[in-house]
């Protein structure tokens, strides 16, 4: 496809159960971020991969979110016994890369997984 | 303490006007980057603009144009002759140091444009 998509669009889940969150960025991006917006916290930056790797992992709120990207395209956002407050919306984005250059660091963000947690 | 200051939580404006939309930050880096996003009523995010620390030459982009002042803190958003399709709530960022590192939204300015 042309654009960012996520999937799914709408999770429901009970509380203590593992989610897996997928996100295919646009073909050819190296950049791919995945971010959270919850009514508690406002929106949150949670990772970064530049290819397969993630530089810093400290925007992660807890032990229980891992994420991962292979192949430099496909990341997987992971949450491990899920809480209530893991609630939210999930959004990935991807830009060509993270240059210096303005045009190449354009975010495009996906339509986001609704997340719910029973 | 905010990272990052967005004084204004709604302004209404009417079609054609001006608006400015604060930005106020605070970090103790030297190498920083500030950003805006836009989200409108849709939902979707949409990336506007990234400026490093380095680059205090202010911006311009059609009806938008960013104003950033290292003396004041401030990375302001000024839309020029405001339209309908602008209301949305807008967002101000800021990454310390390196990228992915520290990052810090502000609680954003819903902006809606009456016709």
């Known amino acids: 496809g042309a654009g960012v998509s996520q999937s799914p669009s709408n999770k429901v889940t009970e509380k203590g159960k593992d989610v897996e969150l997928r996100c295919d960025p646009i073909?050819?991006?190296?950049?791919l971020y995945w971010y959270r917006q919850s009514l508690g916290q406002g929106l949150e930056f949670l990772i970064y991969?530049?290819?397969?790797?993630?530089?810093?992992k400290s925007g992660l709120p807890s032990d229980r979110f891992s994420a991962e990207r292979t192949g430099g395209s496909v990341s997987t956002l992971t949450i491990q016994r899920t809480q209530q407050e893991d609630s939210a919306v999930y959004l990935c984005?991807?830009?060509?890369?993270?240059?210096?250059?303005?045009?190449?660091?354009?975010?495009?963000f996906g339509p986001g997984t609704r997340l719910l947690v029973l | 303490a905010q990272k990052v200051t967005q004084a204004q939580t709604e302004i209404s404006v009417v079609e054609k006007e001006d608006v400015t939309l604060d930005c106020v930050y605070e970090t103790r880096d030297t190498t920083y980057y500030l950003f805006w996003y836009k989200q409108p009523p849709s939902g979707e995010l949409v990336f506007l603009i990234r400026r490093n620390s380095f680059d205090e030459q202010n911006e311009i982009s059609g009806r938008y144009s960013w104003n950033f002042q290292k003396s004041t803190s401030s990375f302001n958003f000024t839309i020029t002759a405001s339209q309908v399709v602008d209301s949305a709530v807008y967002f101000c960022?800021?990454?310390?140091?390196?990228?992915?590192?520290?990052?810090?939204f502000g609680t954003g300015t819903s902006l809606t444009v009456i016709p």
């Open positions: 991969f530049q290819g397969n790797s993630a530089p810093d």
């Open positions: 073909s050819g991006h190296t950049a």
């Open positions: 984005a991807s830009s060509l890369a993270w240059t210096g250059v303005q045009d190449e660091e354009t975010q495009y």
């Open positions: 960022a800021l990454s310390e140091a390196q990228w992915g590192n520290q990052f810090y």
